[in-house]
């Protein structure tokens, strides 16, 4: 990733009276950004000595300042389709679902489509989605493509279905049901390819904005042939070179490696899909679903797989994988081994190909990540959402194998790198709500500490594209930052003892602010990418 300064990067700029999270200086206040880069970090005292030769001086008033958040996963343009438009992810029933619907159509009538997000039957007490039928009533007959909250399943209109030839006779297409597979990635071109450039650019300045507001300093945008288009990813990357706000890493989820280098992207990886989803009955299992008389739907197998190891990391690029269900991430693994009998394991782990999600592991699945270098991309806001003894993963895979999924403390245990992120919006943008999410599992053996979770949201996205100089507060780390009002700062563990040890002034562990559920999260006053400012809170 190349870095550009504008003419206020070449400021240079004196933060003091507030607390730096550094692990270069446990008890720094302050800290002198220059050129683009954090100049030096220390105590309140030291800062007198660069007052006077700055350009500007911020008085923290208190507030804390850590490293900005990287997003690891993240499909933008739908990100700000969902702030700007249609949003059914907090519905609460089909009546409800519907009624949004009617309003949206209606306030947009010159639309030539519409499109939505966020549905869950599952949380409706009629427990199922709206049929098409309903659908062509709703919008007065106009194409709608409305995505599951998991965006593997939709529902559409037929106006919709008639822009799209020979759709029955795709996977995943059965009348009166939502659409996945095939059918879905064909509905879904052809959904995005009715937007008009300036929809696309104004959801993506939207989104962009939305994650700058939040902390967030960089996204790692999971574009792909199924799943957005080559003028959405190329437009994006085009519009986080030219314009101020969170940086922007492209991943291209093809098997066409010199496509993907082509596109800009730095892995030909993201969501290539090794399976699907677990909600839409898609992710792929070595035994069948609770709910359900099949075992989900496998892509990629271990040759597939194998061979586009081979073809990324002789090609200099990431490859990556979506993989959820077990039998999906048993492919995977086999497939990587392959590859790295066949190239060399050192240069396999030096590449540091990545998995997407990897939510049903096994303990074999995670010392071969361990041994294979694989960066597990994980969205804890899943577990949050859908964990837990009554949740969405329960009722598909039944109590105990929902319980092994997500197994955060075994994966840092064995040493694989952790990349937090969202899937937005699959899940919104919420980085203190992932890390509390992580740090308070449904599942107390798979919890981890603030520390670590902060830890994988800030440098292990950084570690995830192959930097492992940023991401963290010390000298000559690019200064990505954001400023925070937040309660008094704790140290939060899964194990007491630990606890203990490090909230006594002697460890040097540095706080961060308590994330116990129910309490407020620290709010975002400034985010910082490269010396430049791109949010600042109103009347703050």
Known sequence: MSETLSENAHRTVLLRGGDVHSPADPFATAMVVERGHVAWVGSEGAADAFASGVDEVIDLEGALVTPAFVDAHVHTTATGLALTGLDLSTATSLAEAAERIRAYAAARPDDRILIGHGWDASRWPERRPLRRDELDGLTGGRPLYLTRIDVHSAVVTTALLDLVPRIRELAGFRDGEPLTGDAHHAVRRAAYAALSPAQRTEAQRAARAHAASLGIGTLHECGGP????????????????????????????????????????????????????????????????????HTGIGHLDAPAVAAHVVACTEAGLQAGFHAIGDAAITAVVEGVRAASEKLGLARIRAARHRVEHAEMLTPETIAAFAELGLTASVQPAFDAAWGGEEGMYAERLGVERARTLNPYAALLRSGVPLAFGSDSPVTPLDPWGTVRAAAFHRTPEHRISVRAAFTAHTRGG?????????????????????????DELVVQAPDDRVARWSTDPRSGTPGLPDLTPGGELPVCLRTVVFGQTVFVRPNE
């Open 226 to 293: 199924e799943i957005s288009s080559e003028d959405d990813f190329t437009g994006l990357l085009d519009l986080a070179r030219e314009e101020a706000g969170p940086r922007v890493v492209g991943y291209w989820a093809d098997l066409d490696v010199e496509r993907a280098r082509a596109l800009g992207a730095v892995g030909a990886a993201g969501d290539l899909f090794a399976d699907g989803s677990l909600g839409s009955h898609t992710a792929c299992l070595h035994d069948a679903y609770e709910d359900a008389a």
């Open 462 to 486: 950084w570690r995830a594209v192959g930097r492992d100089d940023a991401g963290t507060l010390v000298p000559g780390a690019p200064a990505d930052y954001a400023i925070w009002r937040a």
